[in-house]
Nanobody, 122 residues
């Protein structure tokens, strides 16, 4: 099982980024998939989760209305569209599974794949 996130970068406040996470070694068809992040000096936290089949989504309050999670099971990928980015969104972003598409999210996983760094300048 491998999870690899990509798409991060440096963006100005108010900007947008689209993150991708590709899964290998398993099919994510049957799993609710989530995005998580770890800001410098802080614990990892949940961001969003999408159900396996019916598209139910959950967002933490801090990103609600700005971020959109989606998935493409055929490509074995999950995405996070991030708009109106703020400096407090600066973090390394990871995907993982399973998660609760109705919340709450916790970041208690034994395995973490490669994350992608998002830096938002003010």
């Amino acid at each position: 099982v491998q999870l690899q996130a990509s798409g991060g970068g440096l963006v100005q406040s108010g900007g947008s980024l689209r993150l991708s996470c590709v899964a290998s070694g398993f099919s994510l068809d049957y799993y609710a998939m989530g995005w998580f992040r770890q800001a410098p000096g802080k614990e990892r936290e949940g961001v969003s989760c999408i159900s396996s089949m019916d598209g139910t989504t959950f967002y933490e309050d801090s990103v609600k209305g700005r971020f959109t999670i989606s998935r493409d099971n055929a490509k074995n990928q999950v995405y996070l569209e991030m708009n109106n980015l703020k400096p407090e969104d600066t973090a390394v972003y990871y995907c993982n599974f399973p998660c609760s598409p109705v919340g709450p999210l916790n970041a208690e996983y034994d395995y973490w794949g490669q994350g992608t760094l998002v830096t938002v300048s003010s």
